[in-house]
């Protein structure tokens, strides 16, 4: 009897032990910290514990672990996604990372030679990473002849814009209007891209509007529909406000595409003039099954090589009725350019970059804070002098979107009277469930702050948050304030306001697939396929 007991307060003891040496497992625990999720709608006070890259527990119980961190007075949730980070320099994404992105991807640009782009790539990021194929640069190819063997990325698409008119003067990628057999070269090279894995196609008929055809647009979407792929787009007519090229004119001809082909769809950056219309009906969509949605930046600047179309005096004096000297500012020398200045640089550097600012974007801004599946996309650009990853963030000439726009969003969204879980959808959820509803398997396990996700995870005090950076020289690429710790993959990239130099980074793609889905257009098939040939008009009556 005296044995059962012993052994029956023994087996008793174990139990009771074995929550908490179970616990002791824990790769790393975050204490106290306010948890939220903008799925679940959980917000609440309560432990979590990371193990294997994984969060495995959140609780209201005591938990150990082998690291320790006290997230008191914080918020702890999903790591902000940016679908439209336009680098591979590094420089440059650590100060996205800083800001709290744990996976910055490139949908509306994108990159060349994909599966090249990612084993260059890879183990080279402190965040998670991916690239659609680019539409801009597949036309440089076909249309400039330039080889393009290497894998590319937005990085270079200043370099590349200006080998492009190197032999004959001419940008052929923007103003040449392409031939079926030329499309198909187009859509066939996409389709190898897809094959290896691209996240979609990323298209920019806004800098391309004089020679891409609405043929080939809907052609390059429907290269990615095969794939059940989206297209992210920087529309035709992207900022104009004049009848009948206004802004919503280049939405309504990408909408129309992917409505018909059944095709995600992202509109990036969508600040600019007939924004309300556009996210009117992408709002109906949704409410029709529709997987769409679009991005925007907290900013009234925005950035651009010098030489764009949308900066010439016909676009800034004409359209927008502005002054360069009042709209255009030169990061690299620190100072608004003057129209004399500004044409001067445009005929020796075509491809400087300058932000260009548009003040109706001040008015807009607190209406894009709380406009639903409206997400936060930085459009973050690379240094405009080449940087090693641990020069000072000071020496950063830019836009201060890099370093600013998640942390700008939260601080603004405090000022304005959002819900936090309302911002928290903008800057995570909501681009997390569009990407996984269109398939992408990494996206389904991220963006949510829930027991099973993958732990990529900011840390940062409602209260406090804001941008570090701004316009002025020497505080475009500061780092925010009021975020201490960014884990991604269960791994600190940020811990208390440091970057910790881990790499732990993955590539977020779709598998390679052994066969192309490529179809060519052709006349006779379209004929075969949508008119009534000669041998039905002839045959008798059934």
């Avoid at 590094?90 to 990612?118: C, H, P, Q, R």
């Amino acid at each position: 009897m005296c044995i059962e007991r012993h052994l029956t307060t023994a087996l008793l003891a174990l139990a009771l032990l074995a929550p908490a040496l179970q616990a002791q497992d824990y790769d790393l625990v975050i204490l106290n910290g306010r948890v939220m999720d903008p799925e679940t709608k959980l917000d609440a006070v309560r432990n979590v514990a990371v193990k294997d890259g994984k969060i495995a527990a959140i609780t209201k119980d005591a938990i150990t672990g082998a690291d320790t961190v006290d997230a008191s007075g914080h918020v702890v949730t999903a790591g902000f996604i940016d679908t439209h980070t336009h680098s591979s320099d590094k420089y440059s994404i650590k100060m996205s990372m800083m800001d709290g992105v744990t996976t910055g991807l490139d949908l509306e640009l994108g990159a060349f030679n994909i599966g090249a782009w990612y084993e260059r790539e890879a183990g080279k990021w402190p965040m998670n990473y991916g690239q659609a194929v680019s539409h801009e640069m597949v036309r440089m190819r076909v249309h400039d002849g330039l080889a393009l063997e290497e894998p590319i990325d937005a990085v270079d698409i200043f370099n590349l814009r200006a080998a492009s008119v190197k032999d004959d003067g001419v940008s052929g990628w923007s103003v040449t209007v392409s031939d079926l057999d030329q499309i198909n070269q187009i859509t066939r090279i996409m389709d190898e891209n897809l094959r290896q894995g691209a996240i979609g196609v990323g298209s920019t008929p806004g800098y391309a509007s004089a020679g891409i055809s609405t043929y080939e647009q809907f052609e390059v979407q429907r290269a990615a529909a095969r794939y059940g792929r989206l297209t992210g787009f920087h529309t035709r007519f992207h900022i104009s406000n004049q009848v009948p090229t206004e802004a919503q004119m280049g939405f309504a001809e990408v909408f129309t595409n992917a409505a018909l082909l059944g095709a995600p769809l992202l509109i990036c950056h969508n600040n600019d003039y007939g924004w309300w219309e556009i996210e009117e009906k992408l709002a109906m969509a949704r409410e029709m099954g529709m997987n769409m949605w679009s991005e925007y930046y907290p900013y009234a600047g925005g950035s651009a090589s010098i030489g764009a179309d949308g900066l010439k005096p016909e676009a800034v004096e004409g359209m927008l009725g502005l002054k360069y000297e009042d709209m255009m500012y030169d990061p690299g020398q620190d100072k608004y350019l003057t129209k004399e200045e500004y044409l001067e640089i445009v005929a020796e550097d075509p491809g400087r970059t300058v932000i260009g600012f548009n003040p109706a974007r001040y008015e807009w801004m607190p209406l894009w804070l709380k406009t639903p599946h409206m997400t936060v996309g930085s459009d973050a650009m690379w240094a405009t002098e080449p940087r090693s990853y641990d020069d000072d963030p000071a020496l950063f000439a830019g836009h201060p979107r890099t370093s600013g726009s998640h942390t700008k969003v939260l601080r603004m969204a405090r000022e304005e009277g959002v819900p936090l879980m309302f911002t928290l959808a903008q800057l995570s959820y909501w681009s997390a469930l569009h990407l996984g509803d269109a398939g992408l398997e990494s996206m389904k396990v991220r963006g949510r702050m829930q027991e099973g996700m993958v732990a990529d995870v900011v840390v940062f005090d409602p209260d406090a948050v804001k941008e570090g950076s701004d316009y002025a020289g020497g505080e475009q690429g500061l780092p925010p304030i009021g975020l201490p710790h960014v884990l991604v993959n269960g791994t600190f990239v940020k811990r208390d306001g440091k970057a910790t130099d881990a790499l732990p980074g993955i590539p977020i793609r779709y598998p390679v697939e052994e066969k192309g889905r490529h179809v060519p257009a052709t006349t006779k098939q379209w004929l075969s396929t949508f008119t009534v040939d000669d041998g039905a008009l002839s045959a008798p009556a059934q």
